[in-house]
Nanobody, 126 residues
């Protein structure tokens, strides 16, 4: 089992930057990749970015790749999402996720992930 805990959300103004963290614990050795998703009220969950846990391969949704950066610190067992130039439409609950499927690369769908955090709220005011 892998436990994931997000942090770093909050209320910011349009144009601000924010960094989210996702701390992993438990069976870290089993992690293949981690990712970030978000869900706004009344909308479906949206894939944002993914990163291989052992390696540097990343993949982004087109909607955020110019403003968001995913990275990790394996020594700290933590993944991050650096967000720049935030917009009101970025308001959502942000979730981190992990999978233990080594055959999967660039997983973009929720059902390709095995573990989820509880989410952290990001609110961007105009």
């Amino acid at each position: 089992q892998v436990q994931l805990v997000e942090s770093g959300g909050g209320l910011v103004q349009a144009g601000d930057s924010l960094r989210l963290s996702c701390a992993a614990s438990g069976s870290i050795f089993s992690i293949n990749a981690m990712g970030w998703f978000r869900q706004a009220p009344g909308k479906e969950r949206e894939f944002l970015a993914t990163i291989r846990w052992r390696g540097v391969s990343t993949s982004y949704a087109d909607s955020v790749k110019a403003r968001f950066t995913i990275f990790k610190d394996n020594a700290e067992n933590t993944m991050y999402l650096q967000m720049y130039n935030l917009k009101p439409e970025d308001t959502a609950v942000y979730y981190c996720a992990a999978n233990n499927r080594p055959w999967l690369a660039g997983a973009r769908f929720g059902d390709e992930y095995d573990y989820w955090g509880q989410g952290t709220q990001v609110t961007v005011s105009s």
